[in-house]
């Protein structure tokens, strides 16, 4: 096989949308108004590129950027082909991803209409190929101008769409019949920017006597001393009616050296042959989540040779890990939700991912690195990629391999009904599922593919007096395709028809997921929207949604205001603001901290992130608290532009305060108190593969550290182990002075407190807090600060942008804590280290 990438110098233009197919001979003759780009490509980067355009995540550029919906897009590209790549059996081209129309044209051919952007166009293009100079022309448009209204009749009330709040038409009914991602026409966080163009990679692969279509590996058993592997690989002999022998190889490499090799000959028939290896690894390294052991992963190669030709399947990673979806009954009500890897229960510690900017087609592989790393480092264990968005490209897969997040994938549906009474849509979802199965099956970090997002709930709860009776538009997707393409092509990932779901209440806390909404945050009363205690009610067996919201970093909101005035009551702070916010940030800062009304920026900034932190972090806790819950995905982790809303990572990728308090509730060595009847219950958690044995300090200390009440107890927490280890009594203290506390002393487990009043009513004095051991190695610059008496919040006022290993935290008196700045240049002055505390 060859393969000749084509994703350099193609040009753009664009006309109405009337020119279509048709049109397609005058668009080749224009010999101006053509945009130089690459692929790959959205119509919006080279708009913004030759000024036609302003950013579109900025101030309110978006509005004037709509335009680019009526219009048709084209899209040329030149290209030399030489002989060797004629010669082929088989030519092939691949478009990995149109969005979301379009034509392709080769040569003056039209080879076909497309109308996905979640799985390639491909097409045998050996006859319409030429030696030497080829021409490819392209027609994508954005997708919604072929859907009428009466297209969308038996389902417009039941398509949610945001349409609200004064900021414009955000959201569209059609969308239901476009298979794209549905946020780009609006959601609660993000705005109306209608993405279209070619985001993936474009090539042309020319093939000979053999293809290899696909390859499927999964573990089927794990021991100390040995890993079993199936392999399944998909041969294509490219002839006609001829049949020959053919050897197919599996070869397994760690660390640039041979683990396991097996290898077979069969009898190739003419077309697709399936055939089935099985593989014995001796003592296999093991794939692990983030915190619970190594990610180790493996080099899994793949041959096939008949005679003198031999064909190669792309080199990729793999895992050796085992997965089950436990829904063991708790009771005769009840089940779990809980992932085992290798055997093991895991509490999943994550998140809800959204792709990280409007303008989707544009994301690095250096951004998606740098969000991926970031969840790393603040203990993720999993992301659900939600929806709404899209199946992510390669990069984000593999970084979740190496990074140990596992992924909860769900189908791109989301919050409406959808047209599968329709033939066509039937079988687009079909080849949609069919190829995001086969090409992400063999990643370790795959644990589920869920059905849809709140689909199920919405049926029975919001679109109950809009439906039919006995009409669901979507059923069919998730319980009859769904479930068939995932078990024919990667029956070792669960499948679940759609989040949340479960039990008679497709929203309920028996059985299955939950999205935690309405409860506190989005709650009418004002009250339980801003009281972390509210979590502790939670009983859910898996909470995959919910959150709470809190702005950007300042150097973020100067940016997308774009050289406007900030003012939080302008219209463009009020268009990057979430739907949901309602006040709530404010009424927060004034519970906890301040009266917020005269708040300049500064101060609403670090109130509204401490808020947001305070929030994360004890319903993190709270969540985790509950040993039937088996994981918290709060909403969401990143952002796809500057707004206030619910992430802890902003579109610039600077992390707000909450980014601190989240790493802290998912630490996998840690402690949360709890009081219950007066006794104060000690959790501990201990995610890693070792046990954890410390002497700890317990009792009660009052702010200034005058006060001290308390004893020492040697504790063990087992291995991959969540419970309560101890328990002792709350005493008749006052809580208006001091804290009950449990200090492990060991480094890598932090203290943990007891909350027991709002902050603003606590007697907290002002900390004298002290800088000393500044030692710089390798690029990072570590210090320790220390407090005699209770400092609330300790940060540091350094530049937005620099990380650090922790901030944000507080220090009970008499406590050290050892702080990295892990990104500090040579430039880098000690001096700036400034340690704030808040007292209010």
Not at 546 to 561: D, E, L, T
């Amino acid at each position: 096989m060859i393969r000749m990438n084509l994703n350099e110098d193609w040009e753009l233009t664009y006309e109405d949308l009337s020119w279509g197919v048709s049109q397609a001979p005058a668009v080749l003759a224009k010999e101006s108004g053509w945009m130089v780009c690459d692929i790959p490509c959205d119509v919006h980067t080279p708009l913004i590129k030759m000024g036609i355009i302003k950013e579109p995540n900025e101030a309110l550029n978006s509005f004037e950027c709509e335009w680019i919906e009526d219009r048709s897009w084209w899209f040329r590209k030149r290209f030399v082909v030489e002989e060797d790549m004629l010669r082929h059996e088989r030519v092939e081209l691949t478009l990995e991803s149109l969005d979301a129309e379009a034509d392709v044209f080769l040569n003056g051919f039209h080879l076909g209409h497309h109308r996905s952007a979640f799985y390639p166009f491909v097409s045998e293009i050996r006859r319409q190929l030429k030696r030497g100079e080829n021409l490819l022309l392209i027609r994508v448009t954005s997708g919604l101008e072929r859907v009428s209204e009466e297209d969308i009749a038996a389902i417009r009330d039941c398509v949610s769409v945001e349409g609200v709040g004064g900021r414009g038409g955000r959201g569209d009914k059609r969308r239901s019949y476009v298979r794209k991602p549905q946020y780009v026409y609006g959601w609660d966080w993000g705005p109306r920017i209608a993405t279209c163009g070619i985001m993936k990679d474009v090539y042309v692969c020319g093939y000979e006597r053999l293809a290899v279509r696909g390859v499927r590996v999964f573990t089927q058993t794990v021991s100390e001393d040995q890993a079993r592997l199936k392999v399944k690989v998909e041969v294509e002999n490219l002839h006609p009616y001829k049949s020959f022998d053919g050897v197919i190889r599996f070869e397994l490499l760690f660390n640039d050296g041979s683990v396991a090799v097996e290898s077979k000959t069969e009898h190739l028939r003419s077309g697709l042959n399936y055939v089935s290896l099985t593989v014995d690894v001796r003592n296999p390294q093991l794939w692990w989540p983030n915190g619970m052991g190594e990610q180790a992963l493996h080099i899994a190669r793949v041959s096939v040779s008949s005679d003198d030709v031999t064909v190669r399947h792309p080199d990729f990673k793999y895992g050796i890990r085992t997965l089950k979806l436990n829904m063991d009954r708790i009771n005769d009500r009840e089940r779990l939700f809980a992932f085992e890897i290798n055997g093991v229960k895991t509490f999943c510690k994550g998140a809800n991912w959204i792709p990280a900017d409007s303008i989707y087609g544009r994301v690095s592989d250096e951004k998606y690195d740098t969000l991926l790393r970031e969840a790393k480092d603040a203990h993720f264990t999993m992301l659900r990629v939600w929806g709404g968005g899209l199946y992510e490209k390669d990069v984000f897969y593999e970084k979740c391999d190496a990074y140990g997040i596992l992924i909860w994938q769900d189908f791109m549906f989301s919050c409406a009904m959808y047209p599968d009474y329709e033939e066509w849509f039937r079988l687009e979802t079909e080849r949609e599922m069919d190829y995001q199965t086969r090409r992400l099956r063999n990643h370790p970090c795959m644990a589920l593919w869920s059905g849809c997002n709140e689909n199920n709930w919405g049926f029975r709860d919001w679109w109950r007096e809009k439906k039919q009776e006995g009409f669901f538009g979507g059923a069919i997707c998730y319980n009859l395709i769904a479930p068939k393409i995932v078990e024919r092509n990667c029956p070792y990932i669960p499948y679940w028809n759609g989040s949340p779901y479960g039990g008679e209440n497709p929203n309920g806390n028996k059985i299955g997921d939950r999205h935690h909404w309405g409860d506190c945050t989005m709650n009418p009363d004002m009250e339980k929207r801003i009281t972390p205690e509210e979590y502790d009610k939670t009983d859910s067996k898996f909470i995959s949604e919910y959150g709470y919201i809190g702005p950007c970093a300042k150097s973020s909101i100067v940016r997308y205001h774009a050289g406007n005035p900030v003012r939080r009551d302008g219209a463009i702070w009020k268009h990057h603001t979430n739907t949901f916010e309602k006040d709530t940030v404010v009424a927060g800062i004034s519970k906890h901290y301040i009266d917020a009304d005269n708040l300049d920026l500064d101060g609403y900034l670090l109130y509204a992130g401490l808020c947001q932190g305070l929030m994360y972090q004890y319903s993190l806790e709270a969540i985790r608290y509950k040993t039937n819950c088996w994981g918290s995905l709060f909403w969401m982790y990143d952002d796809c532009w500057g707004e206030v809303g619910w992430t802890i990572l902003d579109y610039y990728l600077k992390r707000k305060p909450s980014y601190y308090y989240v790493k802290r509730a998912f630490a996998p060595l840690k402690l949360i108190l709890r009081e219950v009847n007066g006794l104060v219950n000690v959790m501990g958690v201990n995610d890693t593969g070792k046990p954890a044995s410390f002497e700890m300090e317990y009792g009660y200390v009052s702010f200034d550290g005058s006060a001290r009440a308390t004893k020492k107890e040697y504790l063990t927490l087992p291995p991959y182990s969540r419970g309560i280890v101890f328990q002792f009594e709350k005493g008749a203290h006052d809580f208006l002075e001091g804290i009950c506390f449990v200090k492990p002393e060991k480094v890598g487990i932090e203290p943990a407190t007891l909350r027991t009043n709002v902050f603003r009513n606590l007697h907290v004095i002002e900390a004298s807090l002290r800088v000393r051991d500044v030692s710089r190695s390798d690029g990072i610059v570590s210090f320790t600060v220390s407090s005699d008496t209770y400092a609330h919040a300790v940060h540091f006022g350094l530049e937005e942008g620099m990380l650090l290993s922790d901030e944000y935290f507080d220090l009970l008196p008499g406590e050290s804590r050892r702080i990295e700045v892990l990104n500090a240049s040579k430039d880098f002055r000690t001096e700036e280290i400034t340690p704030i505390c808040v007292v209010v």
